[in-house]
């Protein structure tokens, strides 16, 4: 949360002091600014639900705050910086560097934009690994686990779904996917759309009521993680709210976007080449996964109870500490080796504004790929060449990564 001079204080607030400050002063705090990585406005999703304002600057998305405008590079350099402190105050000692973890979906405007916020928080940048790949590091040495796992990483923000075969201290990724549009805060906000449904209050409200109402259905669906039912009680726009309601409204009214993982679920699937009967287990990340709707909705479709015997808000940190502890050295257990793949197909721009693919989707890394072309007129001297990253068939649909000659 940013604050003004006048308002005295720090100039920000970091964590859980930000938390319980979005209700009072929902339009300078942010909150997953992980969604705005590496976009332009017009690529985050339902930019118009969030409580903060965001707007386009020079073709990126920038939240406009009372202390000015701030990329999400800034906002999550503040949150990084606030962790190095944290670190160096525990060891007493300066940080020599970390790893990373971002969804494994991202693109690479959004890994460069991750590594952009870790340079402003004066850090060293050892290694950006996937979440999910961080998170069955952690179970696969936690475990001694060895064959197919799947890995379902539901956060705040993002889906990631990954495939993994894990044999003998090798991490294999076979497949990833997911939607880095889609989190519990989508829970959230389709709850608090159900109840304002379910008392004929129209949309749109201002800032502070959505925020008020977004905290209240947050409480509410962690209430019936553990109960049958909770009561939403909220003020909003003048009016006292307040619905008694079941884990059932609550799994009938986000049904929509359980499925949507689901789907990512058989697409990767697909990808890896493997059946789900191949899966030996899968392994559950992300605070969002506590709802016993996803985890019921894993295990129907895997045939098997989902591993939750690791904390599923630590584990990625775990994974990418241990990580970390091997790429300084410190590994006695044995070699590390992680086999990661692209998340998103490579190709170059053809006649047409078309795309070539030449480094399909999930192939491991590093690669080498190579494929003839011809120059498109005779006596040709040079070639322009414009290198994008996506599944589209279009140019203009893709991610533009680099043009050279």
């Keep these: ?11 920000r607030q970091i964590g859980w002091d930000a938390l319980t400050a979005q209700v009072d002063d929902p339009a ?12 332009r406005r017009d690529q985050v999703a339902d930019v ?61 405007a959004q890994r460069q934009a ?24 952690a179970y696969g040495l936690d475990n001694g686990s060895e064959g197919v796992y799947a890995v379902y990483d539901l956060g705040g923000g993002t889906f990631d779904i990954s495939i993994l075969r894990l044999t003998q201290g090798v991490f294999e990724v076979l497949a990833t996917g997911g939607d880095s549009a889609l989190g519990g805060d989508d829970y959230d906000q389709a709850l608090a759309a159900w109840v304002l449904q379910q008392r004929g209050l129209q949309q749109p409200l201002d800032a502070s009521d959505r925020a008020r109402l977004h905290k209240e259905a947050r ?13 939403f009680a909220a003020r909003v726009a003048g009016h006292a709210i307040e619905l008694t309601v079941s884990r059932a409204d609550f799994e009938a009214c986000t049904a929509a976007l359980t499925a949507r993982t689901m789907t990512a679920v058989r697409k990767v699937l697909r990808d890896a080449g493997v059946t789900k009967d191949e899966v030996k ?4 990340v992300g605070g969002s996964t506590r709802m016993p709707v996803i985890r019921r909705a ?5 045939g098997t109870e989902p591993l939750i015997n690791l904390n599923p808000d630590e584990v990625v940190a775990l994974g990418a500490a241990i990580q970390a502890n091997a790429l300084a050295g410190n590994n006695r257990d044995g070699e590390l080796l992680l086999l990661d793949v692209i998340p998103l197909s490579l190709g170059i721009e053809t006649m047409g504004g078309l795309v070539e693919r030449i480094v399909p989707r999930n192939s491991s890394i590093p690669t080498a790929r190579g ?11 040079a070639l322009a060449l414009h290198v994008v990253q996506g599944e589209r068939d279009l140019v203009a649909d893709c991610r533009s990564l680099a043009r050279f000659t």
């Design 1 to 11: 949360r940013y604050l003004d001079a006048a308002q005295g204080g720090s100039g």
């Design 28 to 39: 300078n705090t942010v909150s997953s600014v992980k969604r705005l990585m590496g976009r």
């Design 48 to 108: 118009d639900k969030l409580s903060y304002s965001v707007v386009d600057d020079n073709g990126m998305a920038v939240v406009d705050t009372v202390a000015g405008r701030k990329t999400p590079m800034e906002v999550s350099a503040e949150i990084l910086a606030t962790l190095r402190f944290r670190a160096e105050d525990s060891f007493d000692d300066e940080l020599f560097g970390a790893v990373i973890t971002v969804p494994a979906y991202f693109d690479d």
């Design 114 to 137: 991750t590594k952009d916020a870790a340079q402003l928080a004066g850090i060293n940048v050892l290694r950006l690994i996937n979440e999910p790949t961080a998170a069955a590091i």
């Design 219 to 231: 409480r509410v669906k962690e209430a019936l993680t553990d109960a049958d039912r909770a009561v």
């Design 281 to 284: 287990g899968v392994v559950m």
């Design 298 to 302: 894993a295990g129907d479709f895997f």
């Design 371 to 381: 494929q003839d072309f011809t120059t498109f007129q005779d006596g040709q001297t």
